[in-house]
């Protein structure tokens, strides 16, 4: 399946050591004053609010916006975003502009709006800026229809409880202590407020998005991963083609690598046998499948600290058929293939058509229709036969990259 590398969405500030620029004034003011103007309607309280999965290792909450219900991904590596139709049917005012990079380092200028106030649970949120975006495209590749991304200018009101076990999220502007045994991780925040980790990979420190937003583990750029001794004694899988996905860049067809990592500490604290993911672009991320591997995780921003149980409940794991698709007007096309797999031993191309699957056509279906197929055959089958143009066929076994 393809991968959301992250909708990771934060706000551009240019570096200065000696002093502010205005232009760096005026940056600042503008967060402050339409970003981090968010409030919160109780005080003194805890909620709490089922979040779902959907199989893609992300979190899904429903909040209420003027009563009617939507579904947003809860992404503590992205400002809060909105769908263009809920922008549009609100009618929102125009607050500003201002620079934002995706995962990917593509950079774009974003306007803002203000959102009078959004529920989650029985709390209601008020005074949001937001940013607007055409979601179709994630939405698609999901399989999931989703209408906004709940982000840090909101998250960074209070104190989080992501509560894996028992698929739930629990809030509050208390603190919210861990039930079990836990390693504490100070963190910054960046100039979207989202939580920043140092990482220690061989000789390289580097600070790391915390990132719920990402369905991976460990995102690292080519840059710094090859360039450490740790590549040396750490081989990793590769793959060519669109494995990826982040806000700005859909179509970027590059060598994907994977692989398990002896070690690498966060703050200090050693991990070990971790799964990583090496990019030409990308940010360094860390990514909800890492944190899934534990029963919560506990962000509170009051004291900027994060929590992560010392036991490892299930660990990850990557499986696979060898390629991932892509619907393409009607037609379904092999847009990844691991290197290596059978899938790709046994002659399946890049670019390929794909008209069975377990002998259920695929000619001319809709992509609604294509999810269903997707659903019932690429994540809860171990072994499919598949059908290409070419009138070639292939029986292939999942496997554990």
């Known amino acids: 399946m393809t991968r959301i590398q992250s909708l990771l969405l934060v706000l551009l500030i240019p570096a200065c050591i000696f002093g502010q620029t205005p232009t760096e004034q005026q940056a600042i003011e503008n967060r ?8 919160c309607s109780q005080k003194r309280f805890t909620d709490k609010i089922p979040f779902d999965d959907y199989d893609l290792s992300q979190i899904f909450i429903t909040v209420l916006i003027q009563g009617k219900p939507y579904l947003f991904l809860y992404d503590t590596g992205a400002i809060t975003i909105i769908s263009d139709e809920i922008r549009e049917a609100l009618n929102l005012d125009l607050l500003y502009q201002n620079k934002m990079v995706d995962a990917s380092n593509i950079t774009h200028k974003e306007t803002f709006y203000k959102l009078d106030d959004l529920t989650i649970g029985t709390t209601k949120f008020k005074n949001i800026g937001v940013a ?8 698609q590749k999901m399989c999931l229809q989703i209408d906004g991304i ?4 909101i998250i960074r009101t209070l104190n989080w409880k992501i509560d894996y076990k028992n698929k739930q999220l629990i809030f509050s502007d208390k603190k919210i202590k861990p039930s079990t045994p836990s390693n504490s991780f100070h963190f910054e925040e960046n100039f979207s407020g989202s939580p920043i980790l140092v990482l220690i990979l061989g000789e390289y420190n580097f600070k790391t ?6 369905n991976m583990d460990f995102n690292l750029p080519n840059a710094l991963f090859f360039t450490s001794y740790k590549s040396k004694t750490n081989p990793l899988e590769s793959g060519y083609g669109l494995n990826t996905l982040t806000l700005y860049n859909t179509k970027d067809y590059d060598t994907t690598f994977i692989g ?6 966060i703050n200090k604290k050693l991990y070990q046998n971790q799964l990583i993911w090496v990019n030409k672009n990308t940010s360094p991320l860390l990514g909800n499948n890492f944190l899934k591997q534990y029963d919560e995780v506990i962000i509170n921003y009051s004291k900027g600290l994060i929590y992560i149980p010392q036991t490892i409940s299930k660990q990850s794991k990557e499986t696979t058929f060898g390629f991932s698709t892509e619907y393409q007007n ?3 096309i092999v847009c990844h293939l691991w290197n290596h797999s ?12 794909i008209t069975k699957i377990n002998e259920v056509n695929l000619e001319h279906i809709t992509d609604k229709e294509w999810c269903d197929i997707k659903k019932t055959y690429l994540l809860k089958t171990e072994t499919i036969t598949i059908e290409t143009s070419k009138k070639k066929k292939y029986s292939l076994d999942q496997y554990n990259l």
């Open 150 to 153: 709940l982000g840090s200018n």
């Open 132 to 139: 607007s975006q055409n979601l179709d495209k994630f939405s």
């Open 330 to 332: 009607g037609k379904i």
């Open 260 to 265: 398990r990592l002896d070690s690498l500490y």
């Open 342 to 353: 059978e899938a790709s031993n046994k002659g399946l191309q890049l670019g390929d058509t």
């Open 32 to 39: 402050d004053k339409y970003l981090y103007a968010v409030s």
């Open 209 to 214: 998005t915390f990132d719920t937003g990402n």
